[in-house]
């Protein structure tokens, strides 16, 4: 990312409706041509963030720059910004050309370029054939992909999207999510995307920015955000994961020594942030647990009873009764040993995937 040119630069942007503070102090960068998305509980903030870079409203503090230039008090027409959100009416009782037609109408474009560029925009999203029709006869899937078009055609600095896909049944919106994807890879945009649902955003960002209550928890790629998530927060929002209260008893060759009651002593890699008291909750992924042969050389090894086998597909879960917590694990289905209901096995990881996080639901 080092070598890519910063297209956006926000610090400190603030914003507050009354006594609720829906930004509080948030500092962002994305890269030229990132797919960026935002995550996050419904009011996190998602939406007031991309309000305040399109801007539509006016923040309290904190400073915006597109390009490099200051743009915190530039009208929202002066943006070279694209925009879809879930409820972004297209104009209803105009063409689809007509709609399309209107981001490069603002910029002025003259009547040549415009209808080379809205056939370009409408092949770009397979729609070839509807130019001529009104926008309500077209179906949502139909409607959301105009918008895309719509968003895509002026060729703008930066593309903001607002669950564009939430209103949308999940066949479709499976499908838009590889469409806007495609889309992203063909132009190489910068991309602000916001969802509330951790798969679309795992499958679609190159990173992606956890919010809570008006606050960046944790930034990164999806796997790092996945795999080392940095609070309880982070962690429970992205997954399923294996949450055990324990508490650490020392610290030797670089692993914290945690004693996790019901169950046993487990030694994790001591990784920030440190959590402030001897308290703590110890974190692991079910795919991070490994069973029978595969455990015997793990640094953490444990006996458990196997309580359920779920079979979904490609993915085997078991639950295993391990003292008196019951552990998720996740196993591919193909080539894993198979275990029975009420069989007793050995379960292990290593001290490297598990993560110490604070018990406090705030970020650390
Ligand atoms: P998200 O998009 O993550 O669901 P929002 O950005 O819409 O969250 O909202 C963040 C917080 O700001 C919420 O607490 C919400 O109630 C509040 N908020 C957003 N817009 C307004 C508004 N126009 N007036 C008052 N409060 C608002
Ligand atoms: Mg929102």
């Not at 409203?57 to 959100?85: H, L, Y």
């Amino acid at each position: 990312m080092s070598e890519r040119k910063t297209k956006l630069t926000i610090r400190g942007l603030t914003k507050r409706y009354g006594a609720a503070t829906a930004l509080d102090h948030v500092d962002l960068d994305l890269a030229d041509g990132e797919f960026l998305t935002m995550l996050g509980p419904s009011g996190s903030g998602k939406t007031t963030l991309l309000w305040s870079v399109a801007g539509l409203n006016e923040p309290d503090g904190g400073k915006i720059w597109i390009d490099g230039r200051d743009a915190t008090s530039v009208p929202a027409s002066g943006r070279d910004i694209g925009m879809v959100f879930q409820n972004y009416a297209l104009f209803p009782h105009m063409s689809v050309s007509k709609n399309i037609s209107f981001p490069l109408e603002m910029r002025k474009v003259g009547p040549q370029d415009r209808s080379r560029a809205i056939k370009r925009a409408l092949e770009m999203v397979k729609l070839e054939h509807v130019g001529d029709r009104f926008c309500n006869q077209l179906s949502g899937g139909q409607q959301q992909r105009i918008a895309l078009a719509r968003a895509f055609v002026a060729n703008p600095s930066i593309v903001l999207m607002d669950e564009p896909l939430g209103a949308l049944d999940k066949k479709l919106r499976d499908h838009l999510q590889l469409e806007i994807k495609r889309l992203h890879g063909r132009l190489g945009m910068t991309v602000l995307y916001v969802t509330h649902d951790q798969e679309e955003a795992m499958v679609m960002s190159d990173r992606i920015c956890l919010m809570n209550q008006g606050r960046i928890e944790q930034i990164g790629a999806p796997e790092e955000l996945y795999f080392q998530p940095r609070s309880l927060f982070a962690a429970d929002f992205l997954g399923e994961s294996n949450l055990i209260p324990g508490r650490i008893t020392g610290e030797e060759a670089g692993c914290l020594v945690l004693e996790l009651p019901g169950i046993g002593t487990v030694r994790t890699r001591t990784t920030p942030p440190r959590p402030h008291g001897p308290d703590v909750v110890h974190f692991t992924r079910p795919e991070s647990i490994a069973i029978q042969a595969d455990a015997e050389n793990k640094a953490n090894r444990l006996q458990g009873r196997v309580t359920d086998v779920v079979v979904s597909g490609a993915i085997t879960k078991l639950f295993v009764g391990v003292g008196d917590v019951s552990m998720k694990i996740s196993l591919l289905t193909q080539g894993s040993q198979r275990v029975r209901n009420g069989e007793l096995i050995t379960i292990g990881w290593d001290d490297d995937v598990g993560r110490v996080l604070s018990p406090s639901r705030k970020a650390a």
